[in-house]
T-cell receptor, first 116, second 108 residues
Framework: KAGVTQTPRYLIKTRGQQVTLSCSPI?????VSWYQQTPGQGLQFLFE???????NKGNFPGRFSGRQFSNSRSEMNVSTLELGDSALYLC???????????????FGPGTRLTVL | GEDVEQSLFLSVREGDSSVINCTYT??????LYWYKQEPGAGLQLLTY?????DMKQDQRLTVLLNKKDKHLSLRIADTQTGDSAIYFC????????FGDGTTLTVKP
């Protein structure tokens, strides 16, 4: 099976712009989670989508949003970019089993976003 | 949600054993995972342990779980320079933040 893919791999934007990142999960996986990784804040959970619905949400401002399509592919959007949004954005897919207590995540390579 | 805590840094010599420790808060997770992240890359699933196990061995990796103390550890035997990376312990999907991970540096 192909792994989790993310596009683009690298992105440079300027402050105030918006950006959309894409994630294609492993075939058959219905859950996609997004994470932000920065040197100072570690790996922080943004949100999880399952069957086109946001199921869990981290503690990020409303500028960060996402959606999931019927084929389980997911996009993440960040509006009004700030310098502090520069980070590696990782998505992870899982089967999305009910309850989530046994749900193994597989990660993509990430999108490196630089905000100038 | 789940919170995990790990030491930020660990440095060992090539050939020694490495032990990376993790404490977690939520005892409801059925599985606990260890991931490895090499520079500039995503997270690679290394191993996991089922919550009713005390120990799991997988080649050079040994995972120990102490449910009473909510403590998880990853032992890497005969550590190699290629093991240099950030290691994260993590709960299952959708259960909050991974934290900073432990940066393992292996010196030749």
């Amino acid at each position: 099976k192909a792994g989790v893919t993310q596009t683009p791999r690298y992105l440079i934007k300027t402050r105030g712009q918006q950006v959309t990142l894409s994630c294609s999960p492993i075939s058959g996986h219905r859950s996609v989670s997004w994470y932000q990784q920065t040197p100072g804040q570690g790996l922080q959970f943004l949100f999880e989508y399952f069957s086109e619905t946001q199921r869990n949400k981290g503690n990020f401002p409303g500028r960060f949003s996402g959606r999931q399509f019927s084929n389980s592919r997911s996009e993440m959007n960040v509006s009004t970019l700030e310098l502090g949004d520069s980070a590696l954005y990782l998505c992870a897919s899982s089967e999305g089993l009910a309850g989530g207590d046994t749900d193994t995540q597989y990660f993509g390579p990430g999108t490196r976003l630089t905000v100038l | 949600g789940e919170d995990v805590e790990q030491s930020l840094f660990l440095s060992v010599r090539e050939g020694d054993s490495s032990v990376i420790n993790c404490t977690y808060t939520d005892s409801s997770s059925t599985y606990l995972y260890w991931y490895k992240q090499e520079p500039g890359a995503g997270l690679q699933l290394l191993t996991y342990i089922f919550s009713n196990m005390d120990m799991k061995q997988d080649q050079r990796l040994t995972v120990l779980l102490n449910k009473k103390d909510k403590h998880l550890s990853l032992r890497i035997a005969d550590t190699q320079t290629g093991d240099s990376a950030i290691y994260f312990c993590a709960p299952p999907a959708g259960k909050s933040t991974f934290g900073d991970g432990t940066t393992l540096t292996v010196k030749p």
